[in-house]
């Protein structure tokens, strides 16, 4: 995509606008949570997200976009059948781990090892995917890095493709490092990777939301396995109001009992990050996820913000009109209650000069809202998409000389 030449326009107004809502008195019970807009990268609340942390199966979020990758390249597709080696059903078949029981000798489709790995959280389908186009485990922890780092994780190390400990990998454990070593992340980094996941790949949350799954391991064998995800709806854990349809646990010795999440809330996709919930209990990943909607609830709400008429009018060029008004995406943010603070309205165009013709729906570029107490998962403006509200036809040969 082309560099877009940016024009700000600032206009300071007052208005109620979203800053996070951090408080002493609303500490989730976790070393570290996270809450943001899917769409917009908007943080409503934060609680140590920088420190990076193990994540455990959370791992195999990042894993599943590097198996895309791999789809979209043509080196695999979601029917390519993987063979189950002896050292892989070592993983699948032992009971300590979370599996469920491919035998060796038997292939298994990328689709059957992909539902495996993001409802069960199948060890042995997971690494049976990252070893699929022959990489070894090294191979594939450098195809992580690199995404990871593509879609702007900074505190990210990956160890192995599925989130366990490395001396737990069997014959797939790294030599040159310690059995303790593990997959680290930041809580804004699950939570960016989260973002990725549900903006490029929305098709994956019909697995992510599915309560269980048979799945076929011998020709006489069938196994049903629950999701894990105790808040899908009507599950135990579910929230009113909110419809969660997603995404991926995680549990280890390192890492405690950590969940991501994500779900519509107010028509707004809304993504969650819970690493090591406290106390002994996995559930209380899910508690604290309920406590995260609860302080949203009762202390934030949808705030739209007024597009000033002087932003929604552009200048175009070589059109039978001078000027052509804009349509942007419906503005809003995540405000709390009775809190005023400035913001910056801001534009930036695909093109430094809009020429006709222009059609009605096409995108010319971002509506910007910036402020101190606005912040995003990247770091950067909130942006809306602007679209041409009407078509601007080219003009003949003397509307454009006189334009």
Not at 31 to 51: L, R
Not at 189 to 212: C, N
Not at 361 to 389: F, M
């Amino acid at each position: 995509m082309k560099k877009l030449t940016v024009f700000i326009l600032s206009l300071f107004m007052m208005l109620m606008v979203g800053s996070q809502s951090v408080l002493a008195n609303n500490r989730i019970d976790a070393s570290a949570a996270i809450m943001a807009d899917a769409s917009t990268g908007q943080i409503i609340y934060k609680q140590n997200v920088d420190k990076d942390l193990p994540v455990a199966s959370i791992t195999k979020l990042l894993t599943i976009l590097v198996i895309e990758d791999e789809i979209q390249q043509k080196q695999l597709s979601w029917d390519t059948q993987v063979k189950i080696t002896p050292e892989i059903a070592a993983i699948s078949n032992d009971a300590a781990y979370s599996s469920i029981g491919l035998k060796s000798g038997q292939s298994y489709s990328v689709r059957t090892l992909i539902n495996a790995a993001l409802v069960k959280s199948a060890d042995g389908a997971t690494v049976a995917l990252a070893t699929a186009t022959g990489d070894g485990t090294d191979e594939f922890n450098l195809k992580m890095m690199q995404k990871a780092k593509k879609i702007g994780m900074t505190k990210t190390n990956i160890v192995n493709s599925v989130g366990l400990d490395n001396g737990d990998m069997k014959s797939f454990k790294l030599a040159d490092l310690p059995n303790n070593a593990a997959n680290t992340m930041s809580a804004r980094d699950v939570a960016i990777l989260s973002q990725y996941f549900v903006k490029h790949y929305p098709e994956l949350l019909q697995i992510t939301a599915q309560k269980e799954v048979k799945f076929q391991i011998a020709k006489d064998q069938v196994k049903t396995e629950k999701n894990l995800n105790k808040m899908l709806p009507g599950e135990q854990y579910a929230v009113k109001g909110v419809t969660i349809d997603g995404l991926k646990t995680g549990t280890s010795d390192s890492a405690g009992a950590c969940f991501a999440s994500t779900g519509k809330y107010q028509g707004h996709r809304i993504i969650t990050v819970i690493l090591h919930s406290k106390g002994s209990n996995k559930d209380n990943r899910f508690k604290a996820t309920q406590d995260l909607y609860e302080i949203l609830k009762t202390e934030d709400h949808l705030q739209k913000i007024k597009v000033p008429l002087s932003v929604i009018t552009r200048k175009v060029a070589n059109g039978v009109e001078k000027t052509m008004k804009l349509t942007p995406q419906h503005v809003t943010i995540w405000s709390p209650y009775d809190t005023k603070t400035n913001y910056t309205i801001g534009t930036q165009y695909k093109k430094k000069k809009l020429e006709a013709p222009i059609w009605k729906g096409e995108r010319v570029g971002n509506l910007r809202i910036t402020s101190d107490q606005l912040e995003t998962l990247n770091g950067e403006p909130l942006t809306y998409s602007l679209y041409s509200a009407n078509d601007v036809r080219r003009g003949n040969f003397w509307q454009r000389l006189l334009h």
